[in-house]
């Protein structure tokens, strides 16, 4: 199996003093594949990437690319090469010298880096960049010609360290889809980190979401998306109305939970494991998964009514975004709101705030997890 993986690290750990930033985090990359990794600032991905790039030296553990461990290697031996946040081209160079930079610390033949450099610009579609000052080009552009210059020292493994963090909304969002296209066309294996959901989600075969040094998750956007197998996965990934609550009865995969502002919610677990009886517990409901209809009034909190988790509540805001548009419903009896998402239809585009909306949505997607110190401390502040 080891010789179709581009990069594995075997239980990694980095330790500043008494800080543990990375705790013995394990991950297998296959050959040729756009692997993210997705955590919050401070949870230990850059530290992750600096020793995949050798810039710093992990604690314990190994390091393996292509086979071979890159213990003791130092960052210029590596079969890796790193795209960071601002780029770092050269401004005093046009874009074929900047493309070729590497080619020429290696001493290669002028016309062997001139070839090389057309073949780039090509798989980057800006073939006829070459002459072009840095300071021409588009961010996006900018974007390309630094993953070119990485390209074109044909590494096993490009790190890409939060790259789109600089562009605008627009433009990041069309790097997205050209990044993904390009690692494709490339096949060269891609490890990307960022703290934007969406990025990961969007670009990526495979997704790890990171948290205090440690791997929660590790899947595919969607299995991460549909499966979260933790609290943090299933709050971090995406978007989630989020209740705390105690377990008052158990049945097969269902259990019965009293949520501590009041009502009662019908959930499944979100971890594939049983649910103990008095057991402190997180919900989790994606807007998506709640469907609306007008209501007359908006008098009873959560509960269960024909086999489904149901409550009515009051529009406070309305968030118009197209076709991802949402509404906030507060519950009257509890005051806990609640994100839906407005359906497509047009059958509530005259919806407006202070209107009452019965909510509800199956048991299935009602995911419930242990409640965790941290989860804890986030009710109690």
């Known amino acids: 199996m080891s010789n179709q993986l581009d990069l594995e690290c075997r239980k990694i750990v980095k330790s500043f003093g008494k800080f543990t930033a990375v705790d013995n985090v394990s991950l297998e990359i296959p050959k040729g594949s756009f692997?993210?990794?997705?955590?919050?600032?401070?949870?230990?991905?850059?530290?992750?990437?600096?020793?995949?790039?050798?810039?710093?030296?992990?604690?314990?553990?190994?390091?393996?690319?292509?086979?071979?461990?890159?213990?003791?290697?130092?960052?210029?031996?590596?079969?890796?090469?790193?795209?960071?946040?601002?780029?770092?081209?050269?401004?005093?160079?046009?874009?074929?010298?900047?493309?070729?930079?590497?080619?020429?610390?290696?001493?290669?033949?002028?016309?062997?880096?001139?070839?090389?450099?057309?073949?780039?610009?090509?798989?980057?579609?800006?073939?006829?960049?070459?002459?072009?000052?840095?300071?021409?080009?588009?961010?996006?552009?900018?974007?390309?010609?630094?993953?070119?210059?990485?390209?074109?020292?044909?590494?096993?493994?490009?790190?890409?360290?939060?790259?789109?963090?600089?562009?605008?909304?627009?433009l990041r969002e069309h790097m997205k889809v050209e990044l993904k296209q390009l690692q494709n066309e490339v096949g060269t294996t891609f490890v990307y980190i960022t703290h934007d959901q969406s990025e990961a989600l969007v670009m990526s075969d495979n997704v790890a979401v990171m948290n205090e040094g440690r791997f929660e998750q590790v899947g595919s956007p969607q299995d991460l998306y549909y499966n979260p197998q933790t609290a943090f996965v299933a709050g971090f990934v995406g978007d989630s109305?989020?209740?705390?609550?105690?377990?008052?009865?158990?049945?097969?995969?269902?259990?019965?939970?009293?949520l501590d502002d009041g009502g009662v919610i019908?959930?499944?677990?979100?971890?594939?494991?049983?649910?103990?009886?008095?057991?402190?517990?997180?919900?989790?409901?994606?807007?998506?998964?709640?469907?609306?209809?007008?209501?007359?009034?908006?008098?009873?909190g959560a509960h269960i009514e024909d086999g489904e988790n149901t409550l009515t509540g009051v529009v406070e805001n309305l968030l118009f975004d197209g076709a991802n548009s949402r509404a906030q419903v507060r519950d009257q009896k509890t005051g806990h709101e609640v994100t839906v998402s407005l359906p497509q239809t047009g059958a509530f585009s005259d919806l407006k705030s202070g209107e009452h909306l019965r909510l509800s949505w199956n048991v299935e997607k009602a995911r419930s997890y242990k409640a965790t110190a941290t989860s804890k401390q986030e009710k109690a502040a």
Not at 269 to 298: W, Y
Request: with cysteine; charged share 20%.
């Open 241 to 258: 109305n989020r209740w705390s609550g105690k377990v008052e009865s158990v049945n097969g995969d269902q259990a019965m939970i009293t």
């Open 35 to 170: 692997f993210s990794i997705l955590g919050p600032s401070g949870c230990g991905k850059t530290t992750l990437l600096r020793m995949l790039a050798g810039f710093i030296e992990p604690t314990a553990g190994d390091i393996v690319i292509k086979g071979n461990s890159m213990l003791g290697v130092p960052p210029n031996k590596r079969p890796v090469n790193m795209v960071f946040q601002h780029l770092a081209l050269f401004p005093m160079m046009n874009v074929a010298e900047n493309i070729g930079y590497g080619l020429r610390r290696r001493k290669m033949p002028q016309a062997e880096i001139d070839k090389r450099v057309a073949d780039v610009l090509e798989r980057v579609s800006l073939p006829d960049a070459g002459p072009k000052n840095v300071d021409q080009l588009s961010g996006g552009q900018r974007q390309r010609i630094a993953i070119a210059r990485s390209l074109i020292l044909e590494p096993a493994v490009l790190l890409l360290d939060e790259p789109l963090g600089a562009l605008d909304l627009k």
């Open 266 to 300: 019908a959930a499944v677990s979100g971890t594939n494991s049983s649910m103990d009886i008095g057991e402190q517990v997180e919900l989790f409901v994606r807007p998506e998964a709640i469907t609306i209809e007008r209501s007359a009034s908006s008098d009873s």
